[in-house]
């Protein structure tokens, strides 16, 4: 959360968000060890280190959970979704996102998490 709340006031600082809106942004952000919170989240982001078997571990935790309509995204730009989406049988939509240099999203047209 500490490095949460520093990028958002380095862009208070430089004048691209008022501290209201970064205090706003952070009071939506919820941390917690206890994954069955994740039930009624329609966005999850997985951040995890760029380990395929981490990786896996993670999905095989909380896939079950997601609910039908969820959107999984991972921020892993060395590891194909698709690799990972063959192994789920869910209905969560699998996503890519990556904050590089060029800020992208792909977006993974196959079912499954």
């Given at each position: 959360?500490?490095?949460?709340?520093?990028?958002?006031?380095?862009?208070?600082?430089?004048g691209?968000m008022?501290?209201?809106?970064?205090?706003?942004?952070?009071?939506?952000?919820?941390?917690?060890?206890?994954?069955?919170?994740?039930?009624?989240?329609?966005?999850?982001?997985?951040?995890?280190?760029?380990?395929?078997?981490?990786?896996?571990?993670?999905?095989?935790?909380?896939?079950?959970i997601?609910?039908?309509?969820?959107?999984?995204?991972?921020?892993?730009?060395?590891?194909s979704?698709s690799?990972?989406?063959?192994?789920?049988?869910?209905?969560?939509?699998?996503?890519?996102?990556?904050?590089?240099?060029?800020?992208?999203a792909?977006?993974?047209?196959?079912?499954?998490?």
């Amino acid at each position: 959360m500490e490095t949460i709340e520093q990028n958002l006031s380095r862009l208070v600082k430089r004048g691209k968000m008022t501290e209201e809106q970064k205090n706003d942004a952070l009071n939506k952000v919820t941390i917690s060890l206890d994954i069955s919170m994740l039930a009624n989240c329609d966005l999850v982001i997985e951040a995890a280190t760029e380990d395929e078997n981490v990786k896996k571990e993670i999905y095989e935790k909380i896939c079950p959970i997601l609910k039908d309509n969820a959107i999984l995204a991972t921020n892993s730009s060395s590891i194909s979704l698709s690799h990972f989406s063959k192994q789920f049988n869910t209905e969560s939509i699998p996503i890519s996102v990556s904050a590089s240099n060029s800020p992208r999203a792909y977006i993974v047209k196959r079912g499954g998490c």
